[in-house]
């Protein structure tokens, strides 16, 4: 009886070791799982700042995540996933060493399920990196989409999607608000005192876009950013490279602790088992 015991008691403690291992690594991957992703792209819209190189930094970490290189007046890069979490952003001339003194630095909190534009703006002598909330959802049926202003050529400007004013003297390096608009393919009219420059813009149903007003080779240039491809939808991003920088890495599955849990108890009740028959069979 008193080997009979002690296997127990054995068993017992293997199981509930096993357990609580299992349970001590779930956990961590759920808490893991539950800090959640984000996105985020980075724009140069000041039309007379040299081309830049553009990085992103994770809180306390020196290595940059994204790095975009020589990028030039009217880029906006592809939407990038990233864990959320505290970010730096720094500017530094192109060419410019990693190590060097950045020319400009903002920080950004990214929140799970939530995107952001963060974009050089003014400009050269007043450049200062402007963190833009995205908007990813829209009323159902309907089209969201705000203007962005580029333009130091024409310092305010008036636009419009069809008969729906978008903007009204909006003035350079300045942002609208977005605002619902019936979906479809729509004339987008941008009125200055340079005169009216007209061209075609297509939004579909729960879809959201940033239109961003640009100083082009002959004229102001509108070009149409999509922020989300549907209502609530996660934005459209690069193919996780980071830009020449680390790739971002998702939250991992709790299925390989889910495994462990099985496997270790598993173990423990074999293992405890045979211990007890080899007591049993020495008594």
Avoid: C
Avoid at 145 to 158: C, D, E, F, G, P
Avoid at 190 to 208: D, E, I, K, P
């Amino acid at each position: 009886m008193k080997h009979r015991s002690i296997a127990r008691r054995l068993l017992t403690l293997l199981a509930a070791s096993a357990l609580l291992l299992g349970i001590s690594a779930a956990t961590s991957a759920f808490a893991s799982a539950s800090t959640g992703t984000g996105w985020i792209r980075l724009a140069h819209l000041s039309p007379n700042t040299p081309a830049v190189d553009v990085y992103l930094y994770s809180f306390g970490n020196s290595n940059a995540e994204i790095v975009l290189h020589h990028v030039a007046y009217g880029t906006v890069s592809p939407y990038e996933s990233v864990a959320a979490g505290d970010y730096s952003v720094a500017m530094r001339a192109a060419g410019a060493s990693p190590t060097s003194q950045p020319v400009l630095s903002t920080s950004v909190t990214i929140k799970t399920g939530h995107a952001y534009t963060v974009a050089g703006m003014g400009p050269e002598s007043g450049l200062r990196l402007q963190v833009l909330d995205d908007e990813l959802t829209t009323p159902m049926g309907q089209a969201r989409v705000r203007v962005i202003q580029a333009s130091l050529k024409q310092q305010t400007v008036t636009v419009s999607f069809g008969s729906t004013v978008l903007a009204s003297n909006l003035k350079f390096a300045n942002v609208s608000s977005y605002q619902t608009v019936m979906p479809g393919t729509q004339t987008v009219t941008v009125s200055s005192a340079g005169g009216n420059v007209t061209s075609s813009a297509t939004l579909l149903a729960g879809t959201v876009h940033t239109l961003v007003v640009l100083d082009g080779a002959n004229g102001l240039e509108v070009v149409n950013l999509e922020d989300a491809a549907g209502s609530g939808q996660p934005p459209a991003g690069g193919a996780g490279t980071g830009f020449g920088g680390t790739a971002p890495h998702g939250p991992g599955s709790p299925a390989p602790w889910l495994a462990v849990i099985g496997a270790g108890s598993l173990l423990a009740l074999t293992g405890g088992l045979r211990m007890r028959r080899q007591l049993h069979a020495g008594t």
